[in-house]
Structure formats: structure tokens, C-alpha cells
């Protein structure tokens, strides 16, 4: 009898501050809906660190391979404002892992209540082209 | 016998030029993922202010009430990237036009190539509360 | 015989991180030069809000009172390229407090390298017109 | 007996037009102090547009050669707010053309208000490294 891995049946949920600031908001008082795409973006470059990975230098064994991931679409629900000065939390969760793609569930928080749910699609793009993921990266993405 | 009216078959589609600078770029060498939603939503305001809305003031015969264009969702597809110096047409056309919603779709051209279509859903807004479409709103939009 | 305050010979020097994200770049592939005046404000707001002043509400006593501080004038210089994913610091020291305006010494580091130095000049605000500092900000303010 | 050179005692004022849209302002209802900066670069951008320089590309007979123009410095005054929907003018004029420097005076503004004046110093940058303006460069950029 084999004990269940939590982490493989119910994938960690990756948690972000984000303060916001001035520049985040827009005349009408709340944040530019644009913004909440910056916030996630910051929570998935904090994933890829936390494992490890470095956007900015190569990936994956090949000094000369530069490594990046590349929205391919979104499905953005907006549900409540935020404001100047709130402290939100980016939750990210991979739902689906596949050979080229990378399936995630983000949504954007303050305290109990959630702002935004976004379910986020990217592609693994090397040297500027379309990629399989390497396999080190969808363990350590599968695993948490 | 009636004359079709063809800018109620086919509503008429919206074109917006919007040129690449520094600022929209990212250190991938393309236009950052988030910055296609400000180039979109710059189309939206002018639309708006083509058809006589200002929103940043008071609309619809009451110089008290406040009223704005909300996004409440949004699919988004980013097909291909943007560069520096590139001179781009943010395409929209009313999809459906709701009780207190409007659908929209967008997408953003490289002369003929498309680089990422969007389907947008906006609430109507009078002081800062969920509300229907002003009638006069409602056919302007209708009619392009 | 006295002993000297040193927070009054010497004010203190805040100190604010901030990690550079995608949205901070260009394609040149360094930090967008105006995104480090969004560094140096998210710090001012960090200041300001370590001393209990919230901006985004009433200030000093009179709950219909708005209270904001607004930037009059910079001198910047640029010296190093920041770039993806590095970790700066943002330090701020009051340089001068006037009646109405205040002069604060920033720069930007990382690790020890200066990036860019600025002395920014800022002023009282209160319900959208130009006022004096309240007397119990400018006191938290020397005092570090 | 010379004619004088209108060109070279008065240099040209180059003009640009900026239009606010959400995304520049900010909660306190006026354009986020930072985003002037983008406005003054985009006219840069403009001007080498003009005189037939692309900073995307190489420069200067040598296809190998990236060129860009890179701020080193700057003084700004913030004059008066500008709102959302406002058309703005950025004006530029060569104000100081050295051997690997320039200066420009910029300035906003919204019909004949000015909001803000900057002076601004550029170095020449090829291949990320400080260099001479090219001969054929300052040349356009003196005849305005």
C-alpha cells in the first residue's frame, strides 16, 4: 500500500504579495484593469525563481539556449476593485502540464475576498521558438 | 420592399492606429503581453468619445450622474508579437449589445496579420453601480 | 550639557526593495529609464505610510480633509542600466523640510553600485490645493 | 555678405501630439507624474523618426551597428495636472548638440498651457557602448 503524494493530487498553490501603488491605479479610483495582468506575471516569474529557473539567463543544460514563457491566451474574469494601498495575494496553481503548454489557474485576492480569476495558457519558447518543456521544469512545476 | 439597412447586418468595424514605443516593449525583444489590453481600451475611449461620450464627465442628461464603461471579462489569444516602431490597427466591433452589457470583439493587425484577437464583455456603470445602457448609448454603438 | 539627537544630525536613510519584473523593461533590454521614477515613488509611498499617513484617505484630524503629496520638480541622473530580475534598492533621505515643500535625496543601488541618484522636490496638498506640511508630519518625517 | 541661417539661430521646434487615456492617470484623478516621461520620449522617438533614424534597427552604414540615443539626465518641473481625455503637445528643440551629447529642451503642453518643462541630456549609445553622435546625425538634428 502506497501513501499518496498530496503534492501530486493536489498541486501546491504558489502565493504572491503585491502592494498597490500609485502607478497601479487609474482615475477612477481603482486599479487599470490592465495592471492585474502585471501582477500575475510577477507571480509566475517568482514561480520559475522558486524553482530555480532564470528567465533573464539560458535553461536547461545549454549555456547558449535562452529560456522563456510566452502567454498564448487568457480567460480573464474581473470581479471586484481594487484599490490604492491594498495588499493582494496572486495565487497560482498548474492545472495541466503538457508536452508543449503549461495550464495555469491564477486569481488575485484581498484577504477572503477574490478580485479576479484568470485561467492562463503558456507556451515554452526557446531560442525564440515554440518548445517542449524541458523535463526538469515540469517536475519541478508539477511537484510544487 | 424594404432597403436592407447594412450597418445593422454587418455593424460597422472600428479602426485605431496605435504606434510601438519604447515603453510598450519588454526586454524579450516584443511588446509586453499586458500592453495589448491599454492598446485595446484606448480604442474603447475612442469609440466612445467618436459617438459623443465623454467619460470623464457626466453623460446621459444629468450632470450629476458619472458614467463609465467597466471590463468584466476577457478572451484573449495572443497569435504573434509586436516590435519597437511598429504602426498597429486595434480593430472592434460590437458583438452584442446587451440590456447592461455589451460584448465586443477586438483584435490588433499588423497590416493584414492578425496578432491577437480578444472578446470583451463591458458593464455599464452610473455612480460607480451596475447599470443599464443609456438608450442613446445603446443605438450609437448599434449603428458604428 | 546636551546629548545630541543623531535622527536630527543625521536623518535616517530609508530603505525600500524592489525586484525588476518584466514590465519594467525595454527592448534595449535594461529598465525603461521613467519606471525608476515608479520605483522612487512606491518608496515615498512606503515612507509615508511607515509613518502613518495614508494617502488614499483623510490626513490630520478632519476626516473631509484629502491629503496628498505631490512632485514639483526632479533633477535625476541615470548613471547604470538596471536589468531583468535584479534586486535594487531605493534609498530616500529628507534633505530640506520647508513650510510647504519638501526635498528628499533618492537613489537607486544594487548591492553597492549606484544606478541613479535624484533630488526630488515635493508639495502639500490638501483637499487639491497647495498647503503646509501638517505639523505633525513634518516632525515623523525629520525624525526618520 | 551672409544670409542668415534661420535653421541653425532659431533651431526648429518639433511638435508632437499626445492624447491621456486611462492607463496615464492615476486615483488622484490626473496623469501619474512618471508618465510625462513617456510622453517626452515617444516625441524623441518621433523626431529621429523624422530624420530617418530607426532605433529598432542598425545605424550609421554598418548593419552590424545598433544604435539608440540613451537619457542621462534630466530637470523637470511639473507645472500644472493634466486630465484624463486631454490632447497634449510635447515640444522639443535642440538646445545643445556636443560630440557624444545632446540636449534637449522639452516641454507639455495643452493649448497654451505649459505643465511641465524638462531639460533633457542624451548620449549616444552603439552597441551598448557611449560613442560620438554620428556626422550625419547631428547634422539632421540641427537643421530641425
Known amino acids: ?3 499518496p503524494d498530496p503534492a501530486r493530487e493536489a ?19 481603482a486599479v487599470y484593469h490592465a495592471n492585474f495582468l502585471r501582477f500575475m506575471e510577477r507571480a509566475r516569474t517568482e ?5 530555480g529557473v532564470d528567465q533573464g539567463a539560458s535553461f536547461a543544460g545549454d549555456a ?3 529560456f522563456g514563457l510566452v502567454v498564448r491566451s487568457m480567460n480573464i474574469e474581473w470581479l471586484k ?7 493582494l495575494t496572486v495565487e497560482s496553481r498548474a ?25 492562463v495558457r503558456i507556451a515554452c519558447v526557446i531560442n525564440g521558438r515554440a518548445a517542449r518543456l524541458p523535463a526538469g521544469l515540469k517536475e519541478r512545476l508539477a511537484n510544487g
Chains 1, 2, 3, 4 share one sequence.
Open 11 to 29: 498541486p501546491a498553490t504558489h502565493r504572491f504579495s503585491v502592494r498597490v501603488y500609485y502607478e497601479d491605479t487609474d482615475f477612477s479610483g
Open 47 to 51: 514561480i520559475l525563481r522558486d524553482r
Open 95 to 119: 492545472d495541466r502540464i503538457g508536452g508543449a503548454t503549461l495550464e495555469l489557474d491564477q486569481r488575485i485576492l484581498r484577504g477572503d475576498e477574490i478580485l479576479l480569476t484568470a485561467k
Open 64 to 66: 547558449t539556449e535562452t
Open 1 to 3: 500500500m502506497t501513501t
Open 81 to 87: 476593485p481594487a484599490r490604492m494601498d491594498d495588499l
